[in-house]
T-cell receptor, first 114, second 117 residues
Framework: DAGVTQSPTHLIKTRGQQVTLRCSPI?????VSWYQQVLGQGPQFIFQYYEKEERGRGNFPDRFSARQFPNYSSELNVNALLLGDSALYLCASSPGDRANYGYTFGSGTRLTVV | AQSVTQLGSHVSVSEGALVLLRCNYSSSVPPYLFWYVQYPNQGLQLLLK??????LVKGINGFEAEFKKSETSFHLTKPSAHMSDAAEYFC???????????????FGQGTILTVHP
C-alpha cells in the first residue's frame, strides 16, 4: 500500500506569492492534518479535515487555508508568503478523526520563501 | 491547554548503551501520548502510542515507553542503542477533547540522538 504522498517535495517561492501544497492520504483514511515544521522545532498543528469538514484549526493567520476533496486528498494554500513561512510542511492521515487512531505522516514539502 | 517538554535537546550514547529520552506533558484531560522519529530530510515515523490501555507501551525497533500519570511523564527507552537509532525524536500529546483541538497533536521541541561507535 502507498503511504501518505505529498507534492511537490521542494518548492521555492518569492515573498508575496501564493503556494498550494498537495497531500494524498493512505487509501481508506478519511482524515488529513497539516503541520508546519520550522527548522530546529517540533511540528505545529495547522488544520485537520475529516470527511471534507474542518475539524480543527491551529494558531495560524487567515493567509493559511485548506480543503479536502471527495477522494479525501487535501490541499493547503498559503497566500501572501512571508520569509517566516519557510518550513517543512507535513501532511498526516488517519482512519478517523480522533488522535487515538494514530497518524501516518508523509515526507513533507520543503518550502523556501526568498 | 496541552503542552510537551522534552528534557535535553541533544543526547549522546555509545552503541550498545541504554537510550533514555525524557518527555513530560501537561494536559487538562487524560491524554493520548506518542513518540515519533524523524530521520534527516524525511517525515515522521510513529514509534509507539499510549491511548489509555497498558501503561508500558512497546513500539517498533525495540523502543518502549512508560506512562506515569503521577509524574506526568512518558519517557522513551531502548536497552541497547544501535547506530541506526541516530535521529531526532519527538514526543507528542493529544487531549482529544473536541472543539478546536480536535485530533490535534502538540509536539515537543525534539531530542537529537547521537550514537557513537
Amino acid at each position: 500500500d502507498a503511504g501518505v504522498t505529498q507534492s511537490p517535495t521542494h518548492l521555492i517561492k518569492t515573498r508575496g506569492q501564493q503556494v498550494t501544497l498537495r497531500c494524498s492520504p493512505i487509501s481508506g483514511h478519511k482524515s488529513v492534518s497539516w503541520y508546519q515544521q520550522v527548522l530546529g522545532q517540533g511540528p505545529q498543528f495547522i488544520f485537520q479535515y475529516y470527511e471534507k469538514e474542518e475539524r480543527g484549526r491551529g494558531n495560524f493567520p487567515d493567509r493559511f487555508s485548506a480543503r479536502q476533496f471527495p477522494n479525501y486528498s487535501s490541499e493547503l494554500n498559503v497566500n501572501a508568503l512571508l520569509l517566516g513561512d519557510s518550513a517543512l510542511y507535513l501532511c498526516a492521515s488517519s482512519p478517523g478523526d480522533r488522535a487515538n487512531y494514530g497518524y501516518t505522516f508523509g515526507s513533507g514539502t520543503r518550502l523556501t520563501v526568498v | 491547554a496541552q503542552s510537551v517538554t522534552q528534557l535535553g535537546s541533544h543526547v549522546s550514547v555509545s552503541e550498545g548503551a541504554l537510550v533514555l529520552l525524557r518527555c513530560n506533558y501537561s494536559s487538562s484531560v487524560p491524554p493520548y501520548l506518542f513518540w515519533y522519529v524523524q530521520y534527516p530530510n524525511q517525515g515522521l515515523q510513529l514509534l509507539l502510542k499510549y491511548t489509555s490501555a497498558a501503561t508500558l507501551v512497546k513500539g517498533i525497533n525495540g523502543f518502549e515507553a512508560e506512562f506515569k500519570k503521577s509524574e506526568t511523564s512518558f519517557h522513551l527507552t531502548k536497552p541497547s542503542a544501535h547506530m541506526s537509532d541516530a535521529a531526532e525524536y519527538f514526543c507528542a500529546v493529544s487531549e482529544d477533547a473536541g472543539g478546536t483541538s480536535y485530533g490535534k497533536l502538540t509536539f515537543g521541541q525534539g531530542t537529537i540522538l547521537t550514537v557513537h561507535p
